[in-house]
């Protein structure tokens, strides 16, 4: 592979490659309740990408009494629960994946889940496509900084050994889109729940329906524009 090319993509997963913010949402109204407090939607959309322990600290505020890791666990867990019973997957990603396993591009998720949601939904990836797509997945217990951080995604470049400058990262929120773009790969957010400042990214697609993976290569030219 030559070194001006894209030599990888880095992939977020809720809202991402499955619209699973509902299922999070859910699991956090659900565990508020159970505590006898009321929790929004505005305050569900207000999480959004953000890191598990950081809207765990928010939960334990609205009045659930338990240790943040215990919060974590119990919404990772109601959420697997879910995704279990129904993958929700967003358009066009289950093609997308397909051309890239078929060119043997490597790929990475980058999630700040629990590494058990990550492999949870790695396992749904390759019996849908019928064989492993992601070389690397780097989760929430990966990091000591989530995003916006750009921690996730230097380790997601390190971890399939390409430089960062010569990979894209597709993002659906704006913690994820900072930590990509921060972290220097070429960004692309297609927004679901919430917005992206355009600060965030190098391009808004609508989603991936319709697009391939030459459509993310054209996309690191015109942003990379062969620097090393």
């Known amino acids: 592979m030559g070194t001006e090319s894209l030599q990888a993509v880095l992939f977020d997963m809720d809202g991402t490659i499955i619209d699973s913010e509902p299922y999070w949402m859910r699991a956090e109204r659900e565990l508020v309740e159970s505590f006898g407090g009321t929790w929004s939607d505005e305050q ?11 809207s765990a600290s928010l939960i334990r505020a609205a009045g659930v ?5 215990d919060i974590v666990h119990h919404l990772s867990n109601r959420v697997l629960e879910q995704i279990k019973d129904s993958v929700p997957w967003r ?52 990091v000591s900084a989530p995003k916006p951080n ?42 679901l729940h919430v917005d992206i400042p355009r600060d965030y990214v190098h391009e808004i697609w609508d989603s991936l329906d319709g697009k391939s993976l030459e459509d993310l290569e054209a996309s690191w030219v015109r942003h990379h524009g062969g620097r090393p």
């Open 44 to 54: 569900g959309y207000a999480l959004v990408g953000s890191g598990l322990w950081n």
């Open 91 to 142: 358009p066009g990603v289950r093609e997308v994946l397909g051309t890239i396993l078929q060119r043997g591009l490597p790929c990475a998720l980058v999630t700040m889940s629990l590494r058990k949601n990550a492999e949870a939904l790695a396992e749904a990836v390759a019996q849908e496509l019928g064989a492993p797509v992601f070389h690397a997945i780097i989760s929430g217990d990966d």
């Open 65 to 69: 009494e338990l240790e943040l890791d």
């Open 150 to 191: 750009p921690e996730a995604y230097l380790l997601g470049a390190q971890a399939l050994g390409v430089p960062i400058s010569h990979t894209v990262a597709i993002e659906d929120s704006s913690y994820g889109a900072a930590s990509a773009f921060s972290a220097g790969a070429v960004t692309i957010g297609i927004p």
